[in-house]
């Protein structure tokens, strides 16, 4: 009896598979004919341009006796055959965050529009700004080519431009006059070594802001100049009385509210105090020089403000949000590094408690003998090198980069402008006033630096200032500690 | 007789208390969240700090549910079918596989059962960012990428140790002579394993499902490498109110309050398995 | 006849699982370790054969050896004490009483709660100024004064463990559940009428029939508390000052954040073995039955 049934089972399931396997060879065999036996197809192709760049030959050379992969740089020249229809139809994708006032979906609407002027589809992917660094960077090292347009952040446009993930943009048509008619300093942040690597879609440019009614209260009536008066002012108005917009009387416990956090965001910070207490991180010859001079007395001084109990408490923690959160609330008199959108947020009485009470100062403030610098943070667009569609790559970036849709995205979504005339335009101006207070402190915009390590530089450097801000470390220990490791691990830079 | 009734009631009490305690504790945190979604950020850094909102609104849930082209109400119902798919889809494939591999390990012993042991292991073992970058490569010269199969596949292989684990535990728990007594009794092998080990590891494996769902539903890293516009997940579609300037927190809390609710259900509706009487007496001699 | 397919069942049964992994998994996971000996610089596309380098200067890096205590503590505070709650919660969900079935499903929702949500949500309920947590404790007289929780190093980890322990006890609770519910009631019925206490009934009866379970849980805790990302992510960022910056994390800034693709592998190899280190006991006790 048992045997007889294993055997069945045993004979059906051997013959089940069999016939399955049969099946699939089958399939595979015809479709592999099909495509065998289709004859080639013919696409008329016209040339309508050639262009001349750099093309990257890998070379195998030995070096110390083991034998290596070096990629070398030769120029030569590639004639890109282009096809009017057929080679557009492929289209081009686009990977970018969205623009954190683009609560419309504008971006979206102008991509349609780009699509049905010029017939190039757009698959337009986006991606949380946390986490476009990474997704990109899995995408480049992988030398995909699946990517035609993608974001370049202003920490990234040296290791973006070295590896050709940003390739050089400055002599497609159109590109000089973007480069004279942009603002200086976000060309400036996106240039490499003589090269355009991006061309910017996000102006982040940070402006000092502060809350006009307490500063009244106080009986100050302009904003501070230097750091000396600011910290006057701290005094002044630590424990002021004063009334928000909703008509309630409150009490100003803590004049600032910091962002100290240890990422990106409180490296921010740092760089803003540093370059306005006259300190660099690297000088002219790039050479490390944190642990003197300014970089010192602005960390310093930093540490200061929150042992005088003049910065809200979480200051080691808070992200941008937080500070936002507490500038609006009315729980802070001054936001230094403010964003264009937070005087939009600040008019909405759905999102403010200070209403019609916040100001632009002309300028930061600022050690004498310094300069008043303030940070640009912009993002940029870029083609990477492996995109096969550099052409209506580019063409997209100049559309979307254009005065006209710039000038269009500043009035409908409340954007920074890019272009300096905007920034006098009697349009833009009738609907943003303000920006006539900015045009002196946009003559003092600028980045961090420009390193291929930038994000090593940036893992240590934050947790050494953590550290400084906690109060584990002294702020001239956190920097020599920071300075001996450039030194041991990156010796030219020392 | 008193007495002990008195003790009864002792317990009883204890026992409601630390049930009471044990439900504030789950659900605190979660009711502020729902608070949260309600609240403007106003409300939020309003001092005197209020448990409920003064101006209540429910603007965040109405764009998310409700909203247009191009808002965020259509990204997210795309990205919960997507979800929805992807993860039944992952954990169906995962039983699939697991549940024979689980079997075999508990009743038989073969050379290389220490080898699938280890192998399984191991998977759960490396972190996933290591394999993300090269794993990267082989799906874009697959054309997996942005593909419902090129996700499920690894979903599938993240999930697989889990289940083959989880389920050879259970299925130990089950004596071999039962198995054996019905295959004795004319019954195959895989007619053994659907009539008796499944539903005396009924429990086992209804916690299993509810795990490998939630894992799947949940899951960001991988999905953020692996997904362009077709197959984002819900979780990517969230973090898209992570901007560079904070992260829209009201309207965060609304869509996780969305969020949950698929999980949340599957495990009401599943936990009903693991009361199964069939357990139960079971096993009586 | 019946021998020969007795023999080959096993093997038929493993196959696909195995084969599935190998394709997905290993071949990647094979090219990791093999990046682990190279110094990789992804952006030059350029390799450079260094031998076991990259393993020695993790070693020698002291934020490398910081990262080592903070995620050893997180772990060993984060499993046991959520093994134990768990245990703790299933003998509770075990008995008797009026809405039971609603409250097992309301464990789950910490842990259904997409992490996204969770991070941000806890780096609020936290704030110095404005988190629920203070607001709480400030009530209910515990402080007198609002606390930073995140901004000293050691808290600040004190508190990603309190918010992982409220997200992750469901799972070793509903797992012990399900193995609690397979205990036969007539085990517990002998043994009351033989005279066994409710503690002797525990350790007796309830621990060694658990044993396996317990062992699953423990063992996937461990690997899944080691790999803990989210949180450290979205409420800290591994801040401040280090502090709760896990092994993983730091692996994180290295590969993705540095592109240090070598290192980073080679790092990842250091976080496998070291999970190996701790899975391999249990295992051998399991396996061993």
Known sequence: MKPKISRRTALSAVAKVAIGAGVAVAAAGGVAAYFATRPPQVIEKVVTSVVERPVEKTVVTTVAGVPTTVLTTVKETETVVLSPTEERKKGITVILPKHEMDIIGWWETKTAEFEEKTGIPVTLVRMPWEYVADKVLAAMSAGSSEYDVIELDNAWVAKFAEAGWASPLEDYPGAKDMMEGHLPGLIQKFSYKGHLAGITWNNDSRYFMYNKAMLEAAGIKAPPKSWDEFVDYCKALKGVSWVDSTGQKRILEYPVVAAWQESQIGLNEYAFFTYTFGGEFFDENMKCVINRGGAVEALEFMVDLINKGYVAPGYATNDYEMQLSAFLAGDAAFMYQAWGGVYGYSLDPRLSKIVNQVEFAPLVPYKPGAAPWSLTLPEAMAIPKFSKNKEYAWEYIKFMASKEVNKEMCLKIGALPIWKDLYEDPDVLKKYPYFKLITEQNKYLRGHPDLVWYDEWATKLASEFSAAITQKKSPKEALDTVYSWVKENHPDFA | MNFLSTMLNVKTIIKYVFIIVVIFWTLAPFIWLIVSSISTKMDLTSFPPRWIPQNPTLENYQEILFGGKYSLGELFRFGTMNSLLISITSTFFALILGIPTAYSLSRFKFRGSVMVFITTLLTQIIPPITIAIPLYMIWMNLQLLDTYQGLISIYTAFILPFVTWILYGYFQAIPKELDEAAIIDGCSRIGAIFRIILPLSAPGIAATVIFCFIVAWNEFFYALIFTAVETKTLPIVMAEFLTKHGSEYTKLAASGVIASIPPVAIALIFQKYIISGLVRGALKA | ?289
């Open chain 3, 1 to 289: 006849m019946m021998m020969g397919i007795k023999k080959i069942y096993p093997y038929f049964l493993t196959f696909p699982c195995l084969f599935f992994l190998f394709s997905v998994i290993f071949f990647p996971l094979a090219f990791s370790f093999s990046s682990s000996f190279y110094n990789i610089f992804l952006i030059r596309r350029e390799t450079f054969f260094i031998g076991f380098d990259n393993y020695i200067q993790l070693f020698r890096d002291p934020y490398f050896l910081y990262s080592l205590w903070v995620t050893a503590y997180f772990v060993a505070v984060t499993v046991s004490i959520e093994v134990s709650l768990g245990l703790g919660i299933a003998l509770l969900l075990n008995e008797k009483f009026k809405g039971r079935s609603i409250v097992r499903g309301l464990i789950l929702v910490p842990w259904a709660l997409p992490s996204v949500v969770n991070g941000v949500m806890w780096k609020w309920i936290y704030h110095a100024q404005y988190g629920a947590f203070n607001h709480l404790l400030f009530q209910l007289g515990f402080i007198s004064k609002y606390i930073d929780w995140l901004g000293d190093p050691f808290t600040a980890l004190n508190m990603l463990v309190l918010a992982d322990i409220w997200k992750e006890t469901a799972f070793p609770a509903i797992l012990t559940l399900a193995g609690l519910q397979a205990i036969p009631y007539g085990l517990y019925e002998c043994a009351m009428i033989d005279g066994a206490n409710a503690w002797q009934r525990f350790r007796y009866i309830t621990l060694p029939l658990l044993k396996q379970i317990l062992a699953v849980v423990i063992i996937f805790k461990t690997i899944w508390s080691f790999e803990t990302f989210d949180l450290v992510y979205l409420v800290t960022r591994g801040g401040p000052s280090a502090g709760t910056r896990t092994l993983v994390y730091y692996n994180y800034l290295i590969t993705f954040r540095q592109s240090l693709f070598g290192l980073g592998s080679a790092f990842s190899w250091i976080i496998a073995i070291m999970i190996l280190f701790f899975a391999v006991p249990y295992i051998r006790r399991f396996m061993l039955r």
